[in-house]
């Protein structure tokens, strides 16, 4: 069973910066998929970036995300941040955290991933 717990939520006027942290916690694979996506009422799940930890660190951003935000992991491997920059009204949703195991072809894709956690707001005003 794995555990996936999100911190670090809130509010933000747009330009402002927030920071999420998803823990994993219990049998977490060695080698995995770690991402954010987010989700507003009414839409889909949208990837926001990933990260695969294992021998090597692969990353991958959405192209809303690209430039503004930082997806890393600390020195344990089974904690991943989201370094949220330069922040828009249109980022406002709620961020879930999700893990897989292994390297994958679909990391935008939210059935690829079959851990989530309980999700963190977001709001940025304007």
């Known amino acids: 069973q794995v555990h996936l717990s999100e911190s670090g939520g809130g509010s933000v006027q747009a330009g402002g910066s927030l920071r999420l942290s998803c823990a994993a916690s219990?049998?977490?694979?060695?080698?995995?998929?770690m991402a954010w996506f987010r989700q507003t009422p009414g839409a889909e799940r949208e990837i926001v970036a990933c990260i695969s930890t294992g021998p090597g660190v692969k990353t991958h951003y959405s192209a809303s995300a690209k430039g503004r935000f930082t997806i890393s992991q600390d020195n344990a491997k089974n904690t991943i941040n989201l370094q949220m920059d330069s922040l828009k009204p249109e980022d406002t949703a709620m961020y879930y955290c999700?893990?897989?195991?292994?390297?994958?072809?679909?990391?935008?894709?939210?059935?690829?991933?079959?851990?989530w956690g309980q999700g963190t707001q977001v709001t940025v005003s304007s």
């Open positions: 219990g049998d977490t694979p060695s080698i995995k998929t």
């Open positions: 999700a893990l897989t195991s292994g390297y994958i072809v679909m990391w935008a894709s939210a059935s690829t991933y079959g851990h």
